[in-house]
């Protein structure tokens, strides 16, 4: 086992059931709620025109971001040590910083979480979208059915896992959504944008 690998053995540790299990709870309910959004996306992906395409790229890609367990309520740590407790104890905050400081693994993350999501707001020119209709509609639908299955696995595996497990799972299924948002589709604003998200969530745990 590496040094740092222990080191987040220990920083989950002490993470008691009860808040575990919060998390947990919270991340299920961000599942159902994007496999909700993914069914409805799906059902009018292919009624959709060529002139709304991008329009509907923005909206599935602000949606699967915002359904991502990225808010203190799905992190186990926040759960425990946040609020009344101030961050005293918390291992993440030992072994990444404190989310709330400017340069802390965290910070830099959910930085440029947002920027991304900014990115694809404001990308509202729909001249944008330089690939043929019917070669946009196969990238978005395989974007819905790849991160419908991403998530079905993450939501049937969550139950099951200790503190250590589900911050990895957690993890591996962020890099994975974002790994899958259809930024070929977008200016390349968004493109840099994700390629810097991208880069950041390997600290994130």
Known sequence: MTNRAKELETAARDIDPASLEAAKAAMDINCREYLRWADLFSSRLETIEPEKLHQFARALSLTLLGHLPTRPSTCPFCIQYGNDRSCKGCGYAATHGRCDADDSA?????????????SIYQDTDAGRLHVASMQAKEILSGVLQASRELTVRFQEDIPSLSALQLMGRKHAYISGMVRMLPVSLFSENVQKDFSILQDRLRGYW
Not at 106 to 118: A, C, V, Y
């Open 106 to 118: 965290f910070s830099l993350f959910i930085e440029s979480f947002q920027e991304l999501g900014r």
